[in-house]
Each structure stands twice: as C-alpha cells, then as structure tokens.
T-cell receptor
C-alpha cells in the first residue's frame, strides 16, 4: 500500500541555519503531497502542498518540490528561526476517501 | 470561527471503562476523520466519514466505534478501554477531495490526550 518515509529526528539546528527534511513516498497513481506542522500542544496545520509532478509548494519561507522521478518531496528552508521549532509531517493523499497517509514525523529544535 | 473542536483535552481512564471523545466542526465539511498519534509513529487513521450517516473503518479501528448523525459531529467511542489505547487522538475534517488532483486539505482539532491505566 501507499506509504511515506521521512528522515528520523530529532534535528537540532542553530538559528539561521539551512534546513532540509527528507521525505520519500510509495504510491500507486499520482497522489498529492503535503507537509503539515505541529507546534507543541497543538493540532496539525497545513504548511504547504503540491498536487502534481514538478509543482513547488511554498509557505512561510519553507519550500518543497514534487519530484516524481525520485518519488520525493523534501522540505527546505534557507534560514530557520527559533519559532520554527515543531514536528513536521510529510503526507500523501490516500484516495477517494480523502484521508492522508502520514510519515512518522521529524522533530525540529532551533537554538538561538 | 472555531474550526474543529475536540473535548475533552485530557482524560485518564481505568482499564475496562468506556468513554466518548467528542468532535464538532463548523465549516460544513462533509468528510471527517479520527486519527491516533503514538510517539514516533506518525498518525494512524481509525475511522472516517464522508457524510452524515456514512462511516467506514480506517487502518486501526479495533476497540473503537463511531457514529455520524449530523454533518457537524463525529464522536469516537471507546467501549472497553485498554492500555494500548493510550494515545493522543485527533479529529479532522475536510471538503471532498478536488476532482482533478485528489488534493484534500484537512483541518485538525487540537487533540485529546487519553491515558488508560
């Protein structure tokens, strides 16, 4: 079945460092891809999405490009801030029932 | 604009007790979902509903039941609580997937942390 694999955490960076969180997927067909973010004590929020190959999703300085040839959707940010500390989830659309299939999440801690 | 509201936020149960986690949304979304989140394991789908009166099992439905009598509400019932059900539970809702892309943006509640002792 469909699945999402993302890099293990936790990831600890200094403020203004470059961030990459790797995400690869296995799916039949052509799913839409998502990054969700979960701040401490809160629910998940959509960060960005891409619905077809070569699409780039972007939001709040984060970017991810849908790479069909490598089945990847890596999350990047050029300069992280302390406020970016959160857990990041990669996900793909699971079919006609509309649910999402999530990776295990990557915890990011940004130190001042 | 409340979005998705879950109650309670925290609950401790004894083994064998039953309880209902409440979920309500005010966005008139047809689709609703219950996920559980275990440490280091991501989110697993328990049950989902594509409209009032329609529910179906997800990946991990055992030990749970749901109902969907209205568009707004989607309660999750635990009949005989077990320690394996200790988790954080998230309710989410969405409009139907986009016809062209299948893209579906879920709106999540803040979660309900359940401990079974």
């Amino acid at each position: 079945g469909d699945s999402v694999t993302q890099m293990e955490g936790p990831v600890t960076l200094s403020e203004e460092a470059f961030l990459t969180i790797n995400c690869t997927y296995t799916a039949t067909g052509y799913p839409s891809l998502f990054w969700y973010v979960q701040y401490p004590g809160e629910g998940l929020q959509l960060l960005l999405k891409a619905t077809k190959a070569d699409d780039k999703g972007s939001n709040k300085g984060f970017e991810a490009t849908y790479r069909k040839e490598t089945t990847s959707f890596h999350l990047e940010k050029g300069s992280v801030q302390v406020s970016d500390s959160a857990v990041y989830f990669c996900a793909l659309s699971g079919g006609s029932q509309g649910n999402l299939i999530f990776g295990k999440g990557t915890k990011l801690s940004v130190k001042p | 604009n409340a979005g998705v509201t879950q109650t309670p936020k925290f609950r401790i149960l004894k083994i064998g007790q039953s309880m209902t986690l409440q979920c309500t949304q005010d966005m008139n979304h047809n689709y609703m979902y219950w996920y559980r989140q275990d440490p280091g394991m991501g989110l697993k789908l328990i049950y989902y509903s594509v409209g009032a009166g329609i529910t179906d099992k997800g990946e991990v439905p055992n030990g749970y039941n749901v109902s969907r009598s209205t568009t707004e509400d989607f309660p999750l019932r635990l009949e005989l609580a077990a320690p394996s059900q200790t988790s954080v539970y998230f309710c989410a809702s969405s409009p139907p997937p986009a016809i062209d892309s299948g893209a579906n943006v879920l709106t999540f509640g803040a979660g309900s942390r359940l401990t079974v002792l």
